[in-house]
């Protein structure tokens, strides 16, 4: 079988999660012996670096790169309020882009295409014109339900109404898109319903985030007790959202009961408001050069997430590591998860305070959660297991 994956970021460099599970499709596919074609969109957030790709990579996907500026601009969100498009999506057109399609399904053939996010969904009316194989949509987030929960906690005023316009135009063109795709692979099954509540009825999978086991041994020697970090993209507005609501609401209760704790922020695009903070006990790290070396250095993740979709790949990653993670409930969205058994689950600033001086007061609180939750992760996040499924999905439809 052979298949062309359509991408908004390429999976190279590793910049976030969703670069991460774009490349375990990808691996997925061509692990079960189907040849892969990769055509990617490439973005000032995340640029085509060649080097970063492992050898082989771009030869064997025959990987096309095309540039298109996807920086917001005012001329253009005002005319998509009076078009009613969801500029979310539409900056993602380019005609390049659009050639590019063209050209690889005239020149090539392919027995099916993965679309991964809304993000390429602009294109599948060319799609359709140049082969009648099955389309799929990979769904990393239900889009419109982020923006409707990052609108609520917004205070009134102009930019709340705009937002709320928006957040209607992309919820309108998700619905809008399910009667153009053939197939859809959610990353989490509470989205998967969703989307069925929405009126999806076609064929349907939920391939969450999967890692390979040796990639992520555990190594607790040099492990700093008393440490807490968050790890993500901070240009990620729920993010943003989430640890500006850590700091204010939660941090100030767990110092004062551990003074010597010491919470390391890491990720990339780190705003200057957080940058610069300098609450007690807060270290600002910005974008780490191995999440894994940085993740297994430290020992209880924080996940304070109040918005959001899809699943988060670095608890996964957390896990596997045999870390304690204290999330709310929103953060651990789609990961299987038991709240005291796997990993802390709280949601009111007291209560995630409490978790995590409950997990600093215990080592063995934290050994035993860190086991608990590798074990998970490999009963229920093992990528050949979900390559396998993919690939019975995915020929299932090609036939």
Not at 146 to 161: D, E, N, Q, Y
Not at 244 to 253: C, G, N, R, Y
Not at 306 to 321: D, F, N, Q
Request: with cysteine.
């Amino acid at each position: 079988m052979k298949v062309l994956q359509l991408c908004h970021k390429p999976p190279f460099p590793i910049k976030d999660g969703g670069c991460l599970a774009i490349n375990q499709i990808s691996q997925a596919i061509m692990a079960e012996g189907n040849e892969l074609g990769v055509l990617s969109i490439v973005t000032p957030k995340h640029p085509y670096e060649s080097e970063s790709f492992p050898a082989g990579y771009l030869d064997q996907t025959n990987f096309e790169a095309i540039f298109v500026d996807t920086n917001l601009k005012a001329v253009d969100a005002f005319s998509n309020l009076i078009s009613q498009d969801a500029y979310h999506v539409s900056r993602f057109f380019s005609p390049d882009v659009d050639m590019a399609i063209r050209r690889r399904l005239t020149n090539e053939q392919f027995d099916l295409i993965l679309c991964e996010s809304i993000y390429v969904t602009p294109y599948i009316a060319t799609i359709r014109k140049y082969t009648e194989s099955p389309i799929v949509l990979r769904s990393h987030n239900l889009e419109f339900s982020i923006w409707h929960r990052l609108t609520k906690s917004r205070k009134a005023g102009l930019k709340k109404a705009y937002l709320k316009i928006l957040t209607r135009q992309l919820k309108e063109y998700e619905i809008d898109i399910l009667d153009k795709i053939d197939a859809l692979v959610s990353i989490n099954p509470d989205e998967l319903k969703h989307y069925r509540r929405l009126g999806y009825q076609g064929p349907a999978l939920t391939i969450p985030f999967g890692i390979k086991a040796e990639e992520y041994s555990p190594n607790h020697v040099n492990r700093e007790p008393k440490s807490v970090f968050h790890l993500g993209s901070m240009d990620w507005i729920p993010n943003q959202e989430g640890i500006k609501w850590f700091l204010d609401e939660v941090w100030p209760k767990v110092i004062q009961k551990e003074p010597d704790l010491i919470l390391y922020l890491a990720g990339r695009s780190m705003p200057e408001d957080l940058a610069n903070t300098e609450q007690q006990g807060v270290e600002v790290v910005g974008e780490v050069e191995s999440a894994r070396a940085f993740m297994r250095s430290k020992s209880i993740m924080i996940i304070p997430l109040l918005s959001g979709g899809g699943m988060r790949v670095k608890m996964i990653e957390a896990l596997a590591l045999e870390k304690c993670v204290v999330s709310t409930t929103m953060g651990a969205n789609g990961v299987q998860v038991r709240d005291g058994k796997t990993a802390l689950i709280a949601n009111s600033p007291g209560d995630f305070a409490k978790a995590i001086l409950k997990a600093v007061g215990n080592a063995q609180l934290v050994d035993e959660l860190g086991s608990a939750g590798r074990k998970l992760v490999l009963d229920s996040y093992n990528s050949e297991v979900l390559a396998q499924r993919l690939h019975k999905f995915m020929k299932e439809l090609a036939r």
